[in-house]
């Protein structure tokens, strides 16, 4: 099966500096790469995703990067802000319509110092 | 519009007791997954309903674990007997059905079950 791996597992940067988080997949069936934020005390909530036939995304302050050939992924925010705190998840799936089976990374916990 | 409500939020329950999580998705998802989330740690998948159709339960602990979702929309999780190494987060997500106008494949999740077995 599918095996993501994501690093760091903790992330320290200063208010408005740049965060990057990277993520390995093992299955090269794998074709749909989303990314999700957990705040404390909630559920992951999806914030961008790519899919294979897609080098790269930008979404505002948020962007990620494919490497098919490498088989990986990554995500970039930039001028992080204190609301950017959050444990941040990659996944990958082999994307079949709308039914599709995420293995996640282990997560990265991000910390926006003001 | 509503989110995916889980119930109960926390549970506190004593080794060998059993112990049921409820899950009702947004109105129209008909898929509906159950993720087992160890502190730390990224989910897993326990179960993924299409409909009633239990698609893909190859993760689900058999032995003490069951789900149902008998009407296609809210759905329970049981274990029985709970065991020390049970506690962890229970998360519930939903997303439209597959072939489904505007589906982006995005899961909804809630807010999860947290469980502490003593």
């Known amino acids: 099966g599918e095996n993501v791996e994501q690093h760091p597992s903790t992330l320290s940067v200063q208010e408005g500096d740049s965060a990057v988080i990277k993520c390995t997949y093992s299955d090269s069936a794998s074709n749909y790469f989303p990314w999700y934020k957990q705040e404390l005390g909630k559920g992951p909530q999806l914030i961008i995703d790519i899919r294979s036939n897609v080098g790269e995304k930008k979404d505002q302050r948020i962007a990620v990067t494919l490497n098919k050939t490498a088989k990986h992924f990554s995500l970039h925010i930039t001028e992080t802000q204190p609301e950017d705190s959050a444990v941040y998840f990659c996944?990958?799936?082999?994307?079949?319509?709308?039914?599709?089976?995420?293995?996640f990374g282990g997560g990265t916990r991000v910390l926006v110092k003001p | 519009e509503a989110g995916v409500v889980q119930s109960p939020r926390y549970k506190i329950i004593e080794k060998k007791q059993p112990v049921a999580f409820w899950c009702n998705p947004i109105?129209?998802?008909?898929?509906l997954y159950w993720y087992l989330q160890n502190l730390g740690q990224g989910p897993e998948l326990l179960i993924r309903y299409e409909n009633e159709e239990a698609v893909d339960d190859s993760q689900l602990p058999k032995d003490r674990f069951s789900a149902e979702r008998l009407k296609g929309v809210d759905s329970t999780l049981k274990i029985q007997p709970a065991e020390l190494g049970d506690s962890a987060v229970y998360l519930c997500?939903?997303?439209?059905?597959?072939?489904?106008?505007?589906?982006?494949?995005?899961?909804?999740f809630g807010e999860g079950s947290r469980l502490t077995v003593l």
């Open positions: 997500a939903s997303s439209l059905g597959r072939g489904a106008s505007g589906s982006s494949g995005e899961l909804f």
């Open positions: 996944a990958a799936s082999p994307f079949k319509a709308a039914g599709n089976k995420l293995t």
């Open positions: 109105s129209g998802h008909n898929t």
